[in-house]
């Protein structure tokens, strides 16, 4: 997935569970193997499940100082 987010988007932070990107969904590419074994996978704990990828939180702008923190002063709309 991370090797599929084109420009102009990029990654900021990257952890085992997940990461920060500036990319949509829909412009992330989960149609690799790694990504369809992963789904198979998913489905055994939740037979609807198709969406490997969920945003968590949404910004305009983040400041990522080490692993696994991030701030931001500008929050976006309908999000903490």
């Known amino acids: 997935m991370l090797n599929g987010i084109e420009e102009p988007y990029r990654a ?9 990107t500036n990319a949509p969904l829909n412009r992330i590419r989960m149609d ?3 990504c369809q074994y992963f789904r198979e996978l998913y489905r055994h704990i939740d037979t609807q499940g198709e969406d490997i ?6 910004a305009y702008q983040i400041i990522v100082a080490k692993t696994r923190w991030q701030a ?4 976006a709309a ?3």
């Open 53 to 58: 990828l969920e945003e968590k939180n949404r």
């Open 72 to 75: 931001t002063v500008l929050k």
């Open 12 to 20: 900021v932070s990257v952890t085992t569970d997940g990461f920060l």
């Open 32 to 34: 690799g193997p790694a």
């Open 78 to 80: 309908g999000w903490e």
